[in-house]
């Protein structure tokens, strides 16, 4: 089965550190793009980077690039997305997805999401 | 950049209707728009790509058309397990950048 596995839910405190995790079984990782796509509470989706394993070339949308570091480890199938001093406002769900092949940039595998909780 | 505007931003209608969601790029984007379905607590699930093919698994009732700037997705007839929110999402292969739409929550009358 084709599938991305994300890390569990984290709280954390303003200023503090956090790298989650997606982890890809049933197919080739390092020949599909990953991307990262947040949704805060109650809101709706933003696209924040994507990442290809095999080679580790990386792309972010404007609004988030300085804002996170995304990577991955093809040697365990795993992409990750960190931030170096989280803010209450980075408090959201976080999801890993696979761009499709053969479509026109359609993301067709979903990890289950990473619930971020920022407070004080 | 290319700005996405989905209407309506809610919905609701009774089983068995037609339903309609547009969503209109800001410059011509071609066939480059895809559709999704989220339902609460759920990740978003792709259901139309290219516009308007049919992902593989999703019924058919699903569909989706138009090209350029003009995009609508339609179910044919509601469905009670329809209950979710639906994003379109359009891709930009220069830079690239993927930009969803805002959204259209959709409720059972």
């Known amino acids: ?120 | 950049d290319i700005q996405m505007t989905q209407s309506p931003s809610s919905l609701s209608a009774s089983v068995g209707d037609r339903v309609t969601i547009t969503c209109q790029a800001s410059q011509d984007i071609s066939n480059y728009l895809n559709w999704y379905q989220q339902k609460p607590g759920k990740a978003p699930k792709l259901l139309i790509y290219d516009a308007s093919n049919l992902e593989t698994g999703v019924p058919s009732r699903f569909s989706g058309s138009g090209s350029g700037t003009d995009f609508t997705f339609t179910i044919s007839s509601l469905q009670p397990e329809d209950i979710a929110t639906y994003y379109c999402q359009q891709y930009d292969n220069l830079l690239p950048v993927y930009t969803f739409g805002q959204g259209t929550k959709l409720e059972i009358k």
Not at chain 1, 32 to 50: A, D, F, H, N, T
Not at chain 1, 85 to 90: C, H, Q
Not at chain 1, 93 to 118: E, P, S
């Open chain 1, 1 to 120: 089965e084709v599938q991305l596995v994300q890390s569990g839910a984290e709280v954390k405190k303003p200023g503090e550190s956090l790298k989650i995790s997606c982890k890809g079984s049933g197919y080739s990782f390092t020949s599909y793009w990953i991307g990262w796509v947040r949704q805060m509470p109650g809101k709706g989706l933003e696209w924040m980077g994507i990442i290809y394993p095999g080679d580790s070339d990386t792309r972010y949308s404007p609004s988030f690039q300085g804002q996170v570091t995304i990577s991955a480890d093809k040697s365990i199938s795993t992409a990750y997305l960190q931030w170096s001093s989280l803010k209450a406002s980075d408090t959201a769900m976080y999801y890993c997805a696979r761009l499709a092949a053969g479509t026109k940039g359609g993301f067709d595998i979903w990890g289950q999401g990473t619930m971020v909780t920022v407070s004080s």
